[in-house]
């Protein structure tokens, strides 16, 4: 397909709080997969935040993006499936492409940077929010499987504390007069309600009693110096076909020895390390001194993020 090739997607620098005054626009941080779609000359295609094709995979929000009336755009969302009361969840998602069951799953669009022949990457974000507005009102889609992301100009910490109430994972803030800037900015920020991130696999454990599949996963972060970081165990929030679909992926990737520094597992029973390629998204309550997880969850595989990118998130001012 010809037209607008794959654009960086700018990222949102993570913060202990959000932002005050009025030059801030506040959206909801949503709980899904970064998507950018390329729509040209009537077909749309999906890419992820690394640039994977993945139109396959979202073939119904590929075919109402393609129905939009332009004949070239690049949009910036996120795709997610809704839980009955309006949320997002990525474990929803997670589960509907696994087990092939029906969620709501939606494109929101938060960003317009090419429409027509015009690179709108320079403009202000609330100038190119207005025309992505403009151009989403013109769809035929009676499914709503692209929505408008909107938000509230100012009062931060009122947006961000409701967003928690509500359950939500957090929201995000962008300065109104900014361009979009390829990469991680400070115009972008994100304020989270909860602790959850990114992890490598490192290793699992045997499954007791009748549980199948694995036990626990075994997880570590990059350090500074590139060294994977033991980080601890998860071993709750996999249902069985998740837990199933674990242990055949890292099967293939058995190794002998431990991929992260020291001895992590002493005490733990049943160990295999693997090769640290996988990347799972976890919830947890806080870090303890030694650089373990309390209480951790398992969300979902994030296919979408590389396994040498994943460091420990720490909160700047």
């Not at 009693?209 to 694995?214: E, L, T």
Request: aromatic share 8%.
């Amino acid at each position: 397909m010809g037209g607008p090739g794959f654009i960086e997607p700018q990222l949102a620098t993570l913060v202990s709080e959000p932002p005050e005054g009025e030059e801030w626009l506040h959206e909801v941080k949503f709980d899904g997969y970064r998507m950018e779609c390329l729509i040209a000359e009537g077909s749309a295609r999906l890419f992820t935040r690394r640039g994977l094709d993945w139109t396959e995979r979202f073939p119904r929000v590929a075919e109402r993006a393609a129905g939009l009336p332009a004949r070239r755009a690049v949009l910036d969302g996120e795709i997610v499936a809704l839980l009955p009361d309006g949320r997002s969840s990525f474990q929803a998602l997670q589960q509907g492409l696994m087990s092939e069951r029906a969620h709501p799953v939606v494109y929101y669009v938060f960003d317009l940077l090419r429409l027509e022949a015009e690179d709108l990457r320079r403009l202000p974000l609330e100038e190119r929010k207005r025309r992505l507005a403009a151009l989403l009102k013109g769809r035929r889609d009676r499914t709503k499987t692209l929505r408008y992301s909107d938000h509230v100009s100012g009062d931060g910490a009122r947006v961000w504390s409701q967003a928690c109430d509500l359950g939500l994972e957090g929201t995000v803030a962008k300065r109104r007069d900014a361009p979009y800037q390829s990469g991680r900015t400070r115009s972008w920020l994100k304020i989270k309600c909860l602790n959850r991130q990114e992890f490598v696999v490192v290793g699992f454990t045997e499954p007791r009693g009748a549980r199948q599949g694995i036990g626990a996963l075994l997880l570590g972060v990059y350090d500074g110096a590139g060294k994977l970081a033991y980080a601890g165990k998860v071993g709750t929030g996999m249902g069985d076909v998740a837990l199933r679909s674990m242990a055949r992926t890292l099967g293939a990737l058995v190794r002998e020895t431990p991929p992260v520094q020291g001895k992590p597992a002493r005490g733990l029973a049943g160990v295999h390390w693997v090769e640290p390629k996988l990347v799972v998204e976890v919830a947890f309550t806080e870090w303890t001194d030694d650089g373990r997880l309390r209480h951790p969850s398992f969300l979902g595989l994030r296919e979408d993020k590389p396994a040498k990118q994943v460091r420990r998130e720490r909160p700047a001012r």
